[in-house]
T-cell receptor
């Protein structure tokens, strides 16, 4: 498959444990944030998003937390499964200006140990 | 509904050549964005097209260009290839422009370009 990133931080987690992936975003004006998952040989896949008027949002087995004070975003994956092994990216955007592209973080490789 | 398709999936070129990559968005999607992904720089935005018009451009040299057709299909072109252009080129489509509601972008599998 494709080599997504040779220099990424790696998080190794035991199957069944919870995973927490962190992201520091750069622009204090960003008001929309997305987490993407990229598996080998595939393009990034949308996981969950959150707007700046929220500090927490939950999906199926995933939770995103937003701390605007320190410009920090985290993705929590409950009961991590082997299929969760991938590279995870956060992305930020300024929606209220209506004309900015997504800016992606460097990514974190999640490795699930069976 | 078919996803975003990109052709070709793999490409090998030599320095100085030019290359054209193609992207077919999800049916009904009018916005197409292009990204370059490398191990060192990660995912970097190239440009976005909406209704055949370039709406946004990233910080890449003029050798990188693109266009969008009336059926929303998009192509990107890189002229005078350099070794550093070796990367995975990703295309993403969305219903509307980035920076608006329902911003979800759906990515294709990418085109792996190797420049020798």
């Amino acid at each position: 498959g494709e080599s997504v990133g040779l220099h990424l931080p790696t998080l190794s987690v035991q199957e069944g444990d919870n995973s927490i992936i962190n992201c520091a975003y750069s622009n204090s004006a960003s008001d929309y944030f997305i987490w993407y998952k990229q598996e080998s040989g595939k393009g990034p896949q949308f996981i969950i998003d959150i707007r700046s008027n929220m500090d927490k949002r939950q999906g199926q087995r995933v939770t995103v937390l937003l701390n605007k004070t320190v410009k920090h975003l985290s993705l929590q994956i409950a009961a991590t499964q082997p299929g969760d092994s991938a590279v995870y990216f956060c992305a930020e955007n300024i929606q209220r200006s209506g004309n900015t592209p997504l800016v992606f973080g460097k990514g974190t490789r999640l490795s699930v140990i069976a | 509904k078919a996803g975003v398709t990109q052709t070709p999936r793999y490409l090998i070129k030599t320095r100085g050549q030019q290359v054209t990559l193609s992207c077919s968005p999800i049916s009904g999607h009018r916005s197409v964005s292009w990204y370059q992904q490398t191990p060192g720089q990660g995912l970097q935005f190239l440009f976005e097209y909406f209704s055949e018009t370039q709406r946004n451009k990233g910080n890449f040299p003029g050798r990188f260009s693109g266009r969008q057709f009336s059926n929303s299909r998009s192509e990107m072109n890189v002229s005078t290839l350099e070794l550093g252009d070796s990367a995975l080129y990703l295309c993403a489509s969305s219903l509307t422009r980035t920076g608006t509601e329902y911003n979800e972008q759906f990515f294709g599998p990418g085109t792996r370009l190797t420049v020798l």
